[in-house]
């Protein structure tokens, strides 16, 4: 991000379920990140399935209406 970090936006950002895909893998970062309110933080690289799985499982905690969500050619049902 160009003006500030994810940690940052996190504290500006209001109820939305938060996945952290980031490069910061130190184990510091990760307990920030979740700590922040973030329900789930994923270091790259990662395999788009990983990705796609872990969409799904924060979909069913927040009980979404949407039953297909669909990013970068990715869909999810």
Same mark, same amino acid.
């Given at each position: 991000?160009?003006?500030?970090?994810?940690?940052?936006?996190?504290?500006?950002?209001?109820?939305?379920?938060?996945?952290?895909?980031?490069?910061?893998?130190?184990?510091?970062? &990760?307990?920030?990140?979740?700590?922040?309110?973030?329900?789930?933080?994923?270091?790259?690289?990662?395999?788009?399935?990983?990705?796609?799985? &872990?969409?799904?499982?924060?979909? &069913?905690?927040?009980? &979404?209406?949407?039953?297909?969500?669909?990013?970068?050619?990715?869909?999810?049902?």
């Amino acid at each position: 991000l160009p003006d500030m970090d994810g940690f940052q936006v996190m504290e500006q950002i209001g109820d939305v379920p938060v996945i952290y895909v980031t490069a910061r893998d130190e184990v510091t970062d &990760r307990v920030r990140g979740l700590n922040s309110g973030a329900e789930d933080y994923i270091v790259k690289p990662f395999a788009m399935e990983e990705l796609v799985a &872990r969409v799904q499982v924060v979909l &069913r905690r927040f009980h &979404r209406e949407e039953k297909i969500f669909a990013i970068d050619g990715v869909r999810v049902d």
